[in-house]
């Protein structure tokens, strides 16, 4: 389901070489760029790295971060990371705003297995000499804290065992804490950041049987006003429902209207181009009757365009 | 610093041939099970295990259990399973009690090292089809849940590196927080559930320096009231400040005044035997001036003694 196109076989010390010449003397062979680590596997890309630090004794992200600039040298720069490092610095980059994105910790806790959480928050020991959740609670306070630092610190079972009575009691009990709009409460954050996802999808499904409508439907309809809290809540829920209609309506946002927002749409394309970016991509034309490749080739332009496109699957 | 005296070389087919006839026809060996499995490492018993299980097509746990009874039963029982499962079945036990004894909760989580707990919680996950803080989450409520769910749950860094503005930062909170009995601050679970051991030490150091009394001290003195939620507190913060004297301490009320508390018993000296129950012992001697062999052989009797002071080293 991925889009990457990537080769079975190459050279990592060719790879480097080639980087070598489209970084040296004046200006950057962009286009060079794009063709080969657009073309790698995650796998592929850290050997590239490898060779190219034996070789000419420097770091390679170093040095394409002095060589490129702009969205084109942040896609790059995330894009040739290991995809746990990747997630540790989205993570700090997000929490660390003025303004922490909590929807990026959240989605990044929510759609990844709880193994592959699991390496994120190893990764970022590794990066920071910190856990994630202790930076994640130091940024954060109330409700949020308690939802955030429990969503990144759970390791959930991963079974596919599912308790039908349980599934019961606990739709019953998220149903009342919307009805009564204690989307707060500690019920709530219990079942969403302690129970498998087979275990709340059975849940939600019984939600819905129940009310007649989907529990991100309801939070929605009672937190009319802006509320913070439920709003975080609907994004749980929706990474752990369906993160490929979640990643959609994320890749909709930033495109739509004057101006895009980069950040957004680099990080869902350079995050799941190797996993589901192929579904995503078909969940994408479903909704807007256009094409991902489309959208993007309209909204961005230069580098940074071509570099999206070759990850969204395009023939060179 | 262990107290358990095995051999370098042993024959598991061997040991497992032994442990057959011990348990074969009327009545049992006690005798050699201890002398036995009271000597031999974690890996061992397993290789044991293994080897009795290819020759006999019986698994040696259950042959024990219907061979055992009593106190003895149960301590090679848990003496026989590998570290990590042993403590899941112990924090399983814990957490299903009528009244959850939520301090072996937070034993288990303070005191091990983070790999420690997640090979914990992952050994957790395979027995029972659920995660460890699903079921501390389901099985506690209020101020309680969340503290036992983010110390079960996190996975401090395990670094040197100490923040000592931080240090002073953080115990100033959590001085404000006894000196006004708001224990329960969301600011000191934050505190004690994320940061790494090395820097609540500092912290608890910090705390001491400014107060002239110690956190655990401080605690105790404020919260003369029966308070649950102190207890707690103070039960991780003697874990992560000094194991060994919480131990000794456990041990010492297990024994004291009439009848024993020999599932505490037998969790200190099962759990610690291998790892730092001889400094324990120190301890234990220190403060009581009475080794803890006198102690266990006066207290106990047959061959749940005969198995105790096995494992506290004593020669055969």
New interface residues.
Partial sequence: MATLVAPVQHSHIEDAKALYKACKGWGTDEKAVISILGHRTAAQRQQIRLAYQNLYQEDLVKRLESELSGAFEKAVYRWILEPADRDAVLANVAIKKACPDYHVIIEIACVHSPEEL?AV??AY?LSY???L??DV??HT??DL??LL??LV???????P?INARLAKSEADILEDAIKNKAFNH?EVI?IL????KAQLMATFNRYRDDCGTSITKSLLREGDQVNEFAAALRTAIRCINNSNKYYEKIIRNAIKGAGTDEDALTRVIVTRAEKDLKVIKEVYYKRNSVTLEQAVAKDTSGDYNAFLLTLLGKAD
Same sequence: chains 1, 2.
């Fill in positions: 699991l928050r190893r020991q000499k910190l856990s959740e202790e609670a130091a306070t109330g804290r308690k630092v429990a610190s759970v390791l959930r079972y991963d079974g065992e500690e219990r950041t302690t129970r498998s």
